[in-house]
Nanobody
Framework: QIQLVESGGGLLQPGGSLSLSCTASGTTFSNYNMGWFRQAPGKEREFVAAISWNGGLSRSADSVKGRFTISRDNTKNTMYLQMNSMKPGDTAVYYC????????????????WGLGTQVTVSS
């Protein structure tokens, strides 16, 4: 099994920047495609960004495109989400997730999840 732990959440003002990390343990990190999701209170879970097992491919939701950047460092078993120009609408619990197999456009099939880290954007 793979275990995932998010970190880096916090409170910041609109327009600010924040970087999230997701550290994996328990098995070979590079075997997994990875993704970031978020969920605001009363709303459904939303896809944010995904990255292939070797970092060669990535995609992101239109709502964050141009502002958020997903990356990973397999030597550190860590995935990152650099968030810039943040908006109040970015407020949510952010989760990292792992997915085996080919990297596709599907936002389903993530079988392993972290417990989440809270990000609050407010003035």
């Amino acid at each position: 099994q793979i275990q995932l732990v998010e970190s880096g959440g916090g409170l910041l003002q609109p327009g600010g920047s924040l970087s999230l990390s997701c550290t994996a343990s328990g098995t070979t990190f590079s075997n997994y495609n990875m993704g970031w999701f978020r969920q605001a209170p009363g709303k459904e879970r939303e896809f944010v960004a995904a990255i292939s097992w070797n970092g060669g491919l990535s995609r992101s939701a239109d709502s964050v495109k141009g502002r958020f950047t997903i990356s990973r460092d397999n030597t550190k078993n860590t995935m990152y989400l650099q968030m810039n120009s943040m908006k109040p609408g970015d407020t949510a619990v952010y989760y990292c997730a792992a997915k085996q197999g080919l990297f596709t456009n599907s936002n389903s099939g993530y079988g392993n999840w972290g417990l989440g880290t809270q990000v609050t954007v407010s003035s």
